[in-house]
């Protein structure tokens, strides 16, 4: 028997709407990249994940399907998010020999029991022997060093694709948690509809992630411009036009606003003791939707307390979640279920 057998590997899973991040202990992160998946509709066998399955949206044969798994934060498909996690684990057991891996997985806080089980399954039918479920906004704050045990209030702002995560932590637990299902996909669609209602084009959304990554901003009076091509919607031919930061602004403010209002409900929930704290402290911003341009601003002046982004965003949740295994029985707000 192989030496591997006897070994534990420790794996910290971020599963996102829009990207897949894994983190192993003393290695980092190892993999990075979209959670997207094609299968072929015939066989259903996987045909590609990641990168080479989102460079085939919308240019594949009817016998292939690209799928995104993950909506909203949790999983939409679960033969899908199986087949690419088993991959993932395929590649992992490939490169660095094959062990007994012990994963925790972060999750949102305002998943269901139906949805925790979900993931639970997927994960453990891709190959882990054991499996462990933490609050999205838990791994994110100990993932980008927040002492979370301590007797102090701590906001933190977890922004992904699916879903905004506001919650106040203290003593290892999530005292008050705001989820909302609008982030970076909503402001993707706000784009696409914007310029179809008033430019009379049709874009892909991950033309209009583009344009946001690119001149989005979260407040008016910016001057950056680019040019975006589609299909006239009067004509059916393709098209070009200019789209301005103002204009993106003008698509997505009604969802910035509706993540504002999440995070000031979560403040008045909050006991005044840790308001306190955390006004001393500030808000701490993290996941891919944290780097829009100027959000900690808007987010400051609308609360009136000072705004962090954390340093590496995109990978909070990944690194705290392959952080929390030196602690799982510390963690009061952890789930387990052992099979």
């Not at 462990?132 to 007797?151: K, Q, T, V």
């Amino acid at each position: 028997m192989s030496l591997f057998n006897f070994v534990t590997r420790c794996l910290g899973i971020d599963l996102g709407t829009t990207s897949i991040i894994v983190a192993m202990k003393d290695k980092g992160v190892i993999i990075n990249e979209p959670s997207i998946v094609a299968i072929d509709n015939k066989s259903g066998e996987l045909v590609a994940t990641g990168f080479e399955a989102k460079e085939m949206i919308g240019r594949t044969p009817e016998k292939i399907n690209v799928i995104r798994p993950l909506q909203g934060g949790v999983i939409a498909n679960l033969v899908a998010t199986e087949l690419m996690l088993k991959d993932i684990m395929r590649r992992i057991n490939k490169r660095y020999g094959i062990a007994r891996t012990k994963v925790v997985v972060g999750v949102p806080s305002g998943i269901t029991e139906v949805e925790k089980r979900a993931v639970e399954e997927a994960v453990y039918d891709a190959g882990a022997k054991e499996v462990y479920l933490i609050e999205e906004p838990l791994a994110a704050a100990i993932g980008c060093g927040i002492n979370i045990g301590e007797p102090q209030g701590n906001l933190i702002v977890d922004m992904g694709s699916g879903t905004t995560e506001v919650a106040v932590i203290s003593l290892g637990g999530i005292v008050t948690c705001n989820s909302i299902r609008i982030a970076g996909d909503n402001l993707d669609k706000n784009i696409v509809d914007y310029v179809r209602k008033y430019g009379n084009i049709e874009i892909s959304e991950l033309q209009a992630e583009n344009v946001k990554i690119k001149i989005g901003n979260a407040k008016p009076g910016f001057a950056e411009s680019m040019s975006i091509k589609g299909r006239d919607l009067i004509s059916g031919y393709p098209s070009e036009v200019m789209i301005d930061s103002n204009q993106v602004y003008e698509a997505i403010e009604v969802s910035l606003n509706k993540i504002v209002s999440a995070v000031k409900l979560a403040i008045e929930k909050t006991p005044p003791e840790l308001v306190a704290d955390i006004t001393e402290k500030g808000i701490m911003l993290t996941g891919g939707m944290s780097k829009l341009k100027r959000f900690d601003e808007l987010l400051s002046e609308k609360t009136g307390i000072n705004v962090y982004v954390a340093e590496d965003p995109l990978k909070c949740v990944a690194f705290g979640t392959e952080k929390s295994l030196e602690n799982i029985g510390k963690i009061k707000m952890l789930q387990s279920r052992r099979r």
